[in-house]
């Protein structure tokens, strides 16, 4: 695992090393966004207070329903947002922010209760089994988002443990980094937490993609965005347009040129 300073170094490069760039700006709205989504049963528990004892009562399960619904597809989304910036694809959309409820919405709902659960269970033991377990299962959603629908909850939080296996404290670590970031955001009123967050939760993304490689051995290569693999053409890295080469098409073109020109023996 490389250093918590290289991991930090990487996500500003994600980020375009530009605090009022595109990149930056859209993390930001879509935290907010989903911040807004996930506490609108709050909202609505402290507008019930107002109500009379038997009515909040009444609305609270609902709403705790509610809290559940929406918790696992923001987290699936954000998760793929993040993950989709780090490994190069920096078009972010708020729109984004919903993708959760599309796909693989009710594995997203389970995994986020779950998840929660397991934590709260853990953290009844003097509170430490908690933290630890919650780095534990840190990489579930990251995992979900890969998957393409095809693993379960269980399957998420399993392969999670799995891979933070003897990476718990590196992650902790990382996280420790940030302290100082977000005392200067808190600093300027609080509205600079916004950056830093998002910074740090790129960071955690590019943890996500070095774990990949070192406990799979995965290289760059596999991590490339693959958003124009469907065009023929694309831009290359210095700016030169390059062709892609097909061998379909090509074997098609030579079949044609033997048919249009005969050989000598004929």
């Not at 269970?121 to 998957?147: C, N, T």
């Not at 890295?237 to 074997?251: K, R, V």
Request: glycine share 8%; net charge negative.
């Amino acid at each position: 695992m490389i250093p918590a300073q290289e991991l930090r170094a990487r996500a500003r490069r994600s980020l375009n090393d530009n605090i009022f760039g595109r990149t930056w700006l859209m993390l930001i709205l879509c935290a907010v966004v989903a911040a807004f989504v996930e506490g609108i049963p709050s909202l609505l528990s402290s507008i019930s207070s107002a109500l009379p004892t038997w009515l909040g009562a009444l609305i609270g399960f609902p709403l705790f329903l509610l809290s559940v619904l929406l918790g696992g597809p923001i987290s699936y989304s954000l998760a793929r947002i993040y993950v989709k910036v780090a490994r190069g694809n920096r078009e972010v959309a708020v729109k984004e922010v919903f993708v959760g409820f599309k796909e693989n919405l009710a594995e997203s709902v389970i995994l986020g209760f779950m998840r929660d659960l397991f934590i709260f269970l853990w953290s009844l033991l003097f509170i430490i089994p908690g933290i630890v377990k919650s780095y534990a299962y840190s990489m579930a959603f990251y995992i979900m988002q890969d998957g393409e629908g095809k693993k379960t909850w269980k399957a998420c939080l399993d392969e999670s443990q799995q891979l933070m296996d003897g990476y718990k404290g590196k992650l902790f670590l990382l996280d420790l980094t940030f302290i100082g970031w977000y005392l200067l955001g808190f600093l300027c009123f609080g509205v600079g937490a916004l950056w830093v967050s998002a910074y740090h939760q790129e960071a955690r993304a590019h943890f996500y993609e070095e774990l990949l490689r070192d406990k799979y051995g995965l290289t760059d290569e596999d991590f490339e965005d693959d958003s124009d693999a469907d065009d023929p053409y694309f831009l290359a890295e210095d700016g030169e347009e390059e062709e892609e080469i097909y061998d379909e098409e090509d074997e098609n073109d030579e079949e044609d040129d033997s048919k249009e020109f005969p050989s000598d023996d004929e």
